[in-house]
């Protein structure tokens, strides 16, 4: 039987009111992180993957619309029909959609209109949230909070392709931080401690309080050998030592497609890092572009914005492993387990496959997972730009391989027990 989002969408009596604070709360943050952003910001789109902020803010309301207000929302009226086809990302249920690298393309509808969409939609589930029946509220409220994360993950997301595309300004200029925490650890950085991880049986998946996306579950029993995991995450200035010692030059290191886009692409650093002499921020040292400019590198902080490919290659190099997603949920509450999230998300070797005895939600939304499980990487944690409360142990983020522009960077593991 196909689990609905009622499975893990709403704690158990979650109140109208609750809900109604966190929608208006999540609501208000993403318009904060637009807020340092000019027009002409918003509407650049700095390559396929990523999305302008204007989009970003339309889609979100669109998301609501389209699978909370239409379905449930009686005498409901869209703000604009037409902007279905913009701003549907990629549910084929709700008909043709505007090709996903032409969204810079849209410098029509402007983003005060955008803005006005927004409030539609908000007096809507507003309207709906003091007004809906018992039964209507049952079945709104699930895909309500499932909204509500929704747009957490879009947060994060206006974040990685803002800076994206301001990395492609020759003036490489500075985005105005919003609440994101610094990076830099505590005093010096510690030499790295290995921490035995449980071999034999356990249990992975989310534990069935609170939200939950559908591919974090079935909870369910995994075996895993005896294995060792870093207490922390890998730092800039242990990248850098990879990166002096050829670590981009040594073919043995990497998986042979991520040697071959290291040649086709020419990388030779981190996405943001500027080597000493760059012409766009001179400097004898190594430098690094972020959401506050650029800023000397920070050897003692956790290096980020690596692909599956360069975080593999460095724990060649390092005589370790990626860990799994089982081993890394696995060491979760271990003690002396440190930067689990706030920081970066952390690749494992595990592909973003379904658990077993998987199911996609009911309806619309049974295309908001499952149909990406193929050709991706799962990665856990969290960054410091993921949405405060977002984050948490059975959590799956995935991209493809070869994607470096997310908050993404690593922790070593290796086989056996200390």
């Known amino acids: 039987m196909n689990p609905s989002p009622a499975a893990a969408a ?7 009111d609750d809900l109604a604070d966190r929608f208006a709360a999540v609501r208000s943050r993403t318009l904060a992180l637009a807020a340092p952003l000019s027009a002409e910001d918003q509407c ?5 993957e990523a999305s302008p902020t204007k989009w970003h803010l339309a889609h979100t309301s669109w998301f609501f619309e389209a699978v909370v207000l239409g379905p449930h929302a009686k005498g409901y009226e869209p703000f604009e029909p037409r902007w279905n086809h913009l701003f549907n990302s990629y549910y084929e249920s709700f008909g043709p959609r505007h090709p996903r690298p032409q969204r810079g393309l849209l410098t029509r509808p402007l983003l005060t209109s955008v803005h006005r969409y927004r409030a539609h939609v908000e ?31 879009h947060q994060e997301l206006i974040l990685t392709d803002v800076l994206h595309a301001l990395s492609c300004n020759p003036l490489l200029p500075a985005y105005e931080p919003v609440d994101a925490p610094a990076l830099r650890l505590a005093g010096s950085t510690p030499a790295m401690e ?14 069935g309080e609170g939200f939950a996306f559908d591919n974090e579950t079935p909870r369910h029993t995994t075996w895993l050998q005896p ?12 990248y850098a030592d990879f990166i002096a010692d050829g670590g981009y030059r040594t073919a043995s290191l990497w998986l042979s497609d991520g040697w071959a886009t290291v040649q086709s692409q020419q990388w030779q650093a981190p996405i943001y890092w500027l080597a000493p002499g760059d012409p766009r921020a001179p400097s004898a040292q190594w ?3 972020g959401l506050d400019g650029v800023r000397p590198l920070d050897p003692e902080a ?18 370790a492993r990626l860990p799994t997603e089982a081993e890394w949920e696995a060491a979760y509450e271990l003690t002396g387990m440190r930067q689990l999230t706030g920081h970066a998300w952390q690749w494992t070797r595990s592909s973003y ?18 149909k990406f499980m193929v050709g991706q990487m799962v990665l856990r944690g969290g960054s410091s730009a993921t949405a405060p409360g977002h984050a948490r142990r059975s959590y799956r983020n995935f991209f493809p391989p070869a994607a470096r522009w997310q908050f993404s960077g690593l922790r070593l593991a290796r086989d056996g027990a200390c």
């Open 123 to 153: 007096a809507g589930v507003e309207h709906l949230i003091r007004t809906a029946d018992d039964a209507t509220w049952d079945a709104a409220q699930k895909l309500l909070e499932l909204g509500v994360q929704h747009e957490q993950q």
């Open 44 to 48: 650049v789109q700095s390559m396929p």
């Open 194 to 207: 290995w921490i035995t991880g449980p071999g034999g049986p356990v249990r992975i998946g989310h534990p």
């Open 287 to 289: 430098q690094v572009f």
């Open 353 to 370: 496959d379904p658990y077993p005895g998987y199911h996609p939600w009911a309806g619309a939304v049974a295309e908001y997972n499952g």
């Open 302 to 319: 956790p290096v980020c914005h690596l692909s599956f490919y360069e975080a593999a290659a460095y724990a060649e190099w390092a005589g």
């Open 227 to 238: 294995f060792r995991i870093a207490d922390r995450l890998v730092t800039c200035g242990e």
């Open 10 to 16: 709403v704690e158990p009596g979650a109140s109208r």
